[in-house]
């Protein structure tokens, strides 16, 4: 079956401009994770979504950071007034709950001029 | 917060080698689980294993946990050269992993 998919795959943006980056999880698949990995932090959580709700946003760096997810199903990641720390690769995954095993996608690469 | 770390952190083996690769972590958690990544994108989930569980087997993988010392096992037996790779551990407790840092393993043919 299909695996967990993200777009778009690169992003090249300038400092300050807002990005949206997209993930459609697994089908079926009530728990949603967004994941970073930048070379001088490693792999950061950001936020988890059960459903449509997200109970824990902890993660998140900034107030520059929101993320939504409709319909239990796509959920969105954005980023305003980008910038240069912002880059990196965000990774979505998704898990039939919690407690299991979760399925990455292949990420997103932010470059921030 | 929890915080897997890997050691050692690279390692270059010959093929048909056993690779082990070992992580600790600072808290209780629920499961510990391995990852491998390949040229830096996507993560494939390798193993995972449950806080009641002491070891666990997978193919040419098999991870130990020592819940009393907070440290986890990974060994690779017969290792080949598609086992090129970042290997990291990460620990599942509150609704999150924490990942270390990761291993390097080079297979060379």
């Given at each position: 079956?299909?695996?967990?998919?993200?777009?778009?795959?690169?992003?090249?943006?300038?400092?300050?401009?807002?990005?949206?980056?997209?993930?459609?999880?697994?089908?079926?698949?009530?728990?949603?994770?967004?994941?970073r990995q930048s070379l001088g932090q490693g792999l950061e959580f950001l936020i988890?979504?059960?459903?449509?709700?997200?109970?824990?946003?902890?993660?998140?760096?900034?107030?520059?950071?929101?993320?939504?997810?409709?319909?239990?199903?796509?959920?969105?990641?954005?980023?305003?007034?980008?910038?240069?720390?912002?880059?990196?690769?965000?990774?979505?995954?998704?898990?039939?709950?919690?407690?299991?095993?979760?399925?990455?996608?292949?990420?997103?690469?932010?470059?921030?001029? | 917060?929890?915080?897997?770390?890997?050691?050692?952190?690279?390692?270059?083996?010959?093929?048909?080698?056993?690779?082990?690769?070992?992580?600790?972590?600072?808290?209780?958690?629920?499961?510990?689980?391995?990852?491998?990544?390949?040229?830096?994108?996507?993560?494939?989930?390798?193993?995972?294993?449950?806080?009641?569980?002491?070891?666990k087997h997978s193919g040419r993988l098999r991870v130990t946990l020592d819940t009393?010392?907070?440290?986890?096992?990974?060994?690779?037996?017969?290792?080949?050269?598609?086992?090129?790779?970042?290997?990291?551990?990460?620990?599942?407790?509150?609704?999150?992993?924490?990942?270390?840092?990761?291993?390097?393993?080079?297979?060379?043919?």
């Amino acid at each position: 079956g299909a695996g967990v998919s993200q777009s778009p795959s690169n992003k090249v943006t300038e400092k300050g401009k807002d990005v949206e980056l997209r993930c459609d999880p697994i089908s079926g698949h009530t728990a949603l994770y967004w994941y970073r990995q930048s070379l001088g932090q490693g792999l950061e959580f950001l936020i988890y979504f059960q459903g449509n709700s997200a109970p824990d946003k902890s993660g998140l760096p900034s107030d520059r950071f929101s993320a939504e997810r409709t319909g239990g199903s796509v959920s969105t990641l954005t980023i305003q007034r980008t910038q240069q720390e912002d880059s990196a690769v965000y990774l979505c995954a998704s898990s039939p709950s919690t407690l299991y095993e979760q399925f990455f996608g292949p990420g997103t690469r932010l470059t921030v001029l | 917060s929890q915080q897997g770390e890997e050691d050692p952190q690279a390692l270059s083996i010959q093929e048909g080698e056993n690779a082990t690769m070992n992580c600790s972590y600072k808290t209780s958690i629920n499961n510990l689980q391995w990852y491998r990544q390949n040229s830096g994108r996507g993560l494939v989930h390798l193993i995972l294993i449950r806080s009641n569980e002491r070891e666990k087997h997978s193919g040419r993988l098999r991870v130990t946990l020592d819940t009393s010392k907070k440290s986890s096992s990974l060994l690779i037996t017969a290792s080949r050269a598609a086992d090129t790779a970042s290997y990291f551990c990460a620990t599942e407790g509150n609704n999150r992993l924490a990942f270390g840092k990761g291993n390097q393993v080079v297979v060379i043919p």
